[in-house]
Nanobody
Framework: QVQLVESGGGSVQAGGSLRLSCAVS????????MGWFRQAPGKEREGVAV????????FYGDSMKGRFTISQDNAKNPLYLQMNTLKPEDTAMYYC????????????????????????WGQGTQVTVSS
């Protein structure tokens, strides 16, 4: 059974940084796809970043490029999201997501990340950025 548990959220002032973690268990493959999404109150879930653990390839949502970094040292380690230069509009619940091989990888052709690309989800961790 796939389990994803996020941590590291909190409150920070604009311009600050946070690092989110996602503990991963139950995926019976050494290579898979992991993503971060976020959802603010009253808004749709938004794709933040994805990493294809076998190749290390990463894909980012347009508004996160240059400020956020997704990483995972290897398949047995947590997934991370380093968030720098945070803005009040980054305030949201942040979710970790996973997919088994073959991952859809449709983000490359579409140019965006969608929550429907991932069947497994964590419960989320709240990030609040104050101005």
């Amino acid at each position: 059974q796939v389990q994803l548990v996020e941590s590291g959220g909190g409150s920070v002032q604009a311009g600050g940084s946070l690092r989110l973690s996602c503990a991963v268990s139950g995926i019976p493959y050494s290579s898979y796809c992991m993503g971060w999404f976020r959802q603010a109150p009253g808004k749709e879930r938004e794709g933040v970043a994805v990493i294809e653990t076998g190749t290390g390839n990463t894909f980012y949502g347009d508004s996160m490029k240059g400020r956020f970094t997704i990483s995972q040292d290897n398949a047995k380690n947590p997934l991370y999201l380093q968030m720098n230069t945070l803005k009040p509009e980054d305030t949201a619940m942040y979710y970790c997501a996973a997919d088994y091989p073959p991952c859809t990888r449709a983000w490359w052709a579409r140019g965006d990340l969608r929550s429907t690309d991932f069947p497994y989800w964590g419960q989320g961790t709240q990030v609040t950025v104050s101005s």
